[in-house]
């Protein structure tokens, strides 16, 4: 929805901002011969953000982006077998996400809580915007 100024004119682009936070699954993730072969805890965090004038809410969920189907294709995504790379499977969830064309930008946290002792966890944090024609890639 956009925000109308005196003039009648858009005056501000409202968005809202889905999100899956601390969703923890089992993963063959690593590059170290043991992760290869046991899975490990990751965390995932998942920031959506998608412009709310692209269609009236209705109180329909079609009309939103379904975090439930977020989590679901994340699983879907991890079950396909080893990842080598935090990073690569961040990038495979911010892709997933930006299928949805109505997903403006997505923010995507990988984190091992238990592979390193002294730390609470780590991992990778990366942001990716959908393209659209006329618009750079890096910005939002």
């Known amino acids: 929805m956009n925000v109308m100024n005196n003039a009648g004119t858009p005056a501000a682009t409202l968005y809202r901002t889905t999100f899956v936070r601390d969703l923890e699954l089992?993963?063959?993730?690593?590059?170290?011969?043991?992760?290869?072969?046991?899975s490990q805890v990751i965390r995932i965090n998942v920031e959506m953000r998608?412009?709310?004038?692209q269609a009236p809410l209705n109180d329909e969920l079609r009309n939103v982006v379904c975090y439930e189907d977020v989590v679901n294709g994340i699983t879907d995504i991890i079950?396909?077998?080893?990842?080598?790379?935090?990073?690569?499977?961040?990038?495979?969830?911010?892709?997933?996400?930006?299928?949805?064309?109505?997903v403006h930008n997505v923010k995507v946290r990988v984190e091992k809580p238990h592979i390193i002792a002294e730390a609470a966890s780590v991992g990778v944090e990366i942001e990716r915007y959908q393209l659209l024609p006329g618009r750079p890639t890096d910005s939002a």
Do not use: M, Q, Y
């Not at 089992?26 to 046991?38: F, L, M, R, W, Y």
């Open 79 to 102: 079950a396909r077998g080893h990842i080598n790379l935090v990073e690569t499977l961040a990038e495979k969830i911010a892709e997933f996400c930006l299928s949805d064309d109505r």
């Open 26 to 38: 089992p993963a063959k993730i690593g590059v170290h011969s043991h992760e290869k072969i046991d």
């Open 50 to 53: 998608t412009r709310e004038d």
